[in-house]
């Protein structure tokens, strides 16, 4: 099936290092979303952009809306221990009802106390 | 329910044999989304429910695969002769219709093994 192109697939950082991680995607995309993974769990809604280039923070997490529409990207501040686990990007491509996603193969995180 | 509850939390099953998957969406939520995530792999879109009725059953991988959805509450996956690629973790995830995608919430997920 369709998948976003999320990168890097791993990263392996210390305690208060920052983090960054993108998506891209040949399609033009009308939502773009960051969730984290925890083992046994569903994917938890970090960020949502709606609009070209709009930029959006929720604490130390900021990610972006690329202007093409076509790639998002994520950044973490000051990371911490309890960051670890997969992050996703995801993308709906259409307006409505249908919120059909269209997801990333993940960027796992692991922090170094 | 105050989530999305899916149940069993994990099903080992043999190959050949028919399997069903369950999902308590949060109470109104009119939309209900099935995806399955196979290891090391993003979420595979498998079909929509808006109420009972299906408008979107695009990524359901083949005739073996089917799901309904009752009352406008609890949906069922069956996959019948299951298959050891069918071995994954299908999630469920439910929303009211609009809003913000704050609402779009997923369950814990069903981990299926084919042996």
């Known amino acids: 099936g369709q998948q976003l192109n999320q990168s890097p697939q791993s990263m392996f950082i210390q305690e208060g290092e920052d983090v960054s991680m993108n998506c891209t995607s040949s399609?033009?995309?009308?939502?773009w979303l960051w969730y984290k993974q925890d083992p046994g769990e569903g994917p938890v809604l970090l960020i949502a952009?709606?609009?070209a280039g709009e930029l959006t923070s929720n604490g130390r997490l900021t990610a972006q809306f690329g202007i093409t529409r076509k790639d998002s990207f994520l950044n973490i501040s000051a990371s911490i221990p309890s960051d670890v686990g997969i992050y996703f990007c995801?993308?709906?491509?259409?307006?409505?009802?249908?919120?059909?996603?269209?997801w990333g193969l993940g960027t796992s995180l692991a922090v170094n106390p | 329910g105050a989530g999305v509850s899916q149940s069993p939390s994990n099903k080992v099953t043999e190959k050949g044999k028919d399997v069903e998957l369950r999902c308590d969406p949060i109470?109104?939520?009119?939309?209900l989304y099935w995806y399955r995530q196979s290891l090391g792999q993003g979420l595979e879109f498998l079909i929509y429910f808006q109420g009972n009725s299906a408008p979107d059953k695009s990524g359901l991988p083949s005739d073996r695969f089917s799901a309904e959805r009752t009352g406008g509450s609890v949906s069922t996956l069956t996959i019948q002769r299951t298959q050891q690629e069918d071995s994954a973790v299908y999630l469920c995830?439910?929303?009211?219709?609009?809003?913000?995608?704050?609402?779009?919430?997923f369950g814990s997920g069903t981990r299926l093994t084919v042996v």
């Open positions: 952009l709606y609009k």
């Open positions: 109470s109104g939520h009119t939309a």
């Open positions: 399609s033009i995309f009308n939502t």
């Open positions: 995801a993308g709906q491509l259409n307006a409505g009802n249908n919120r059909k996603l269209i």
């Open positions: 995830a439910s929303s009211p219709t609009g809003g913000g995608w704050d609402g779009y919430t």
